[in-house]
């Protein structure tokens, strides 16, 4: 591969890396400004030296912030892409757009009104979109700035009652719609406000001033499993039993967040119960490859900068407790190596600096089929000992390669614009949740070199067909 092919390659792997690790928000090592600054200078150098791949991304496990911006900027320089370029970034754009959050949605059409962009073709993808919408009505409630926002900027014609109640609601009388006309009740009459959705309600419940206890207690059939989740630590302070969850239906790593947001005696009292979630959410998300990685040894990095930042509180501790439940259900015999903790891994707290080196020695005594890093990368106990064990073991000790070695880094970097790398011959991949690691490892090989940028235009490309395949069936 010449030098040119191998650079181009670099560049959209650290690119696909950030879009996968990084939200823009504070981290441990650098804060928000820093992110976002950072952030925006990657995504304007791809887009302008790799559109088509830029655009390609949006199929990748990227997260939600960095797909809502790559269409931003798609759409905001249409003018720069060929016709062949436009088709396949509509049907890409709007494919992901399905696969987003509503609220994610709406706040990216507000970004667009925001710089003016009200061509033609973002016109069609805000119509299309809200178009395909299952409960306009619903919408007009819970997203009701965005949806006035959308239907301004596109010049949308709104269907039935919803335009009414988005624009000059206090007209009607009576809605013939069952929601807009116990939304429109429920500024009056208390009862009304229990049949609303829960983000709905509680900002009516604020302005009449009601008991949180109370409220709670009421509006505790109406709540998402998402909510229940967040809402579990205010509901044990005011005592509302109501808004217990069910834990075996939430998402691994949401899930080892709500864990290790628990004290360490109510994580040691629930034991039991928050292990056999966790391995069951570990199971869904292994799927088929249950059982099929051979042998797997994972260093875990529990050091104190995995308690993250104050906006994203244990992330990367989480991480690597939900990616340690994952690799044992993936694994036929599996080994966890955290740098500090011995024991229950559901008890493990960020402490001490991070001697990545002589844990990853411990674990290659073990000789697995795949050795497993979760870390941010700042080996510091003592710094650049992990790269230099991993380097001599390739070089020397397994040229071969019979054990495959892979670096999970959860922690975007803002001073090298990408994840934070162990060494040179180091397969490292950015992670957000752990239910996407398996997916993610097949990147390693386009990180160190061994691959080629066709090959990677190829993985790309069939990636993009596979997307747009699932999303349309």
Request: proline share 4%; aromatic share 6%; hydrophobic share 45%.
């Amino acid at each position: 591969m010449d030098r040119a092919a191998r650079l181009a390659c670099e560049d959209v792997i650290m690119f696909v890396n950030a879009a996968i690790a990084s939200t823009a928000q504070r981290e441990f090592h650098s804060g928000a400004g820093q992110q976002r600054m950072s952030l925006r200078f990657l995504h304007e150098y791809v887009l302008g030296n790799y559109r088509d791949l830029y655009a390609a991304t949006l199929a990748l496990d990227i997260n939600h912030a960095n797909a809502a911006m790559i269409v931003s900027n798609l759409l905001r320089t249409a003018r720069e892409a060929t016709g062949e370029q436009r088709v396949v970034e509509g049907r890409l754009i709007g494919a992901r757009l399905r696969s987003l959050p509503p609220q994610r949605v709406y706040g990216l059409f507000d970004e667009l009104r925001r710089l003016g962009v009200n061509n033609r073709r973002t016109r069609a993808i805000v119509r299309d979109w809200v178009a395909a919408r299952p409960d306009p009505a619903f919408d007009a409630i819970k997203y009701r700035r965005g949806l006035s926002t959308a239907a301004r900027h596109a010049h949308l014609t709104l269907p039935g009652e919803v335009g009414t109640a988005l624009f000059d609601w206090r007209r009607a009388k009576h809605y013939a719609t069952p929601i807009l006309e116990t939304w429109r009740r429920a500024h009056y009459e208390q009862r009304a406000l229990y049949e609303l959705p829960y983000t709905v309600a509680e900002g009516l419940a604020a302005k009449r001033g009601l008991d949180r206890a109370r409220f709670l207690s009421g509006i505790a059939p109406r709540l998402t499993e998402g909510e229940r989740l967040r809402l579990q630590a205010g509901a044990a302070r005011h005592e509302v039993a109501e808004v217990a969850m069910d834990l075996a239906r939430v998402p691994l790593t949401r899930l080892a967040v709500y864990a290790l947001s628990l004290p360490r005696p109510e994580r040691a009292r629930r034991r039991d119960e928050l292990t056999a979630a966790l391995r069951s959410a570990a199971r869904r998300a292994a799927r088929r490859q249950a059982g099929t990685w051979g042998r797997v040894v994972a260093v875990l990095d529990d050091s104190y900068s995995a308690a993250g930042s104050g906006v994203k509180r244990r992330r990367p501790l989480a991480v690597a407790l939900a990616t340690h439940y994952l690799l044992e259900a993936l694994a036929a015999d599996y080994t966890g190596l955290w740098l500090h903790h011995r024991g229950d891994p559901l008890l493990v707290h960020p402490i001490g600096a991070t001697g990545l080196g002589e844990r990853i020695l411990d674990g290659l005594e073990h000789r697995p089929d795949r050795l497993v890093i979760v870390s941010d990368g700042w080996d510091n106990d003592p710094p650049g000992l992990a790269g230099e064990v991993l380097r001599v073991w390739r070089t020397r000790l397994d040229p071969a390669q019979a054990t495959s070695v892979v670096h999970l880094n959860p922690v975007y970097d803002a001073g090298t614009f990408d994840v934070r790398r162990l060494g040179p011959g180091v397969a490292t991949v950015g992670l957000r949740d752990a239910e996407d690691a398996a997916a993610l490892v097949e990147l390693g090989r386009f990180a160190t070199g061994d691959a080629g940028f066709d090959e990677l235009r190829g993985h790309l490309a069939a990636r993009v067909e596979r997307f747009l395949e699932e999303v349309a069936a």
